[in-house]
Nanobody, 125 residues
């Protein structure tokens, strides 16, 4: 049984920072990709970032480039999302996901098999 447990969400002022963590129990896939998605109320789930098994350069959605940094520790089966210069539009529930997408589907939620329960990030003054 694979479980993903996220932590690190909370309330932060605009311009502030948060660091999300997601720990995976067990070995979900062979050479899994670990990713972050987010969903704001009334909106569709959105890809945020992904890190492939070899820890090659992470992939990001354009709106977070230069502000968010994704990384992973394969020994701990953990993926991180360092979020800096947070904006109100970053407010959402953030989910980690694990799977084995091919490059062309890396930004698609349907390509990931395992999902965490989500952690709320609220950016507000």
């Amino acid at each position: 049984q694979v479980q993903l447990v996220e932590s690190g969400g909370g309330l932060v002022q605009p311009g502030g920072s948060l660091r999300l963590s997601c720990a995976a129990s067990g070995r979900p896939e062979s050479n899994p990709t670990m990713a972050w998605f987010r969903q704001a109320p009334g909106e569709e789930r959105q890809f945020v970032a992904a890190v492939r098994w070899g820890n090659s350069n992470p992939y990001y959605t354009d709106s977070v480039k230069g502000r968010f940094t994704a990384s992973r520790d394969n020994a701990r089966n953990t993926v991180y999302l360092q979020m800096n210069s947070l904006k109100s539009e970053d407010t959402a529930t953030y989910y980690c996901a694990v799977g084995s997408p091919i490059l062309s589907t890396l930004r698609s939620g349907s390509a990931y098999r395992y999902w965490g329960q989500g952690t709320q990030v609220t950016v507000s003054s």
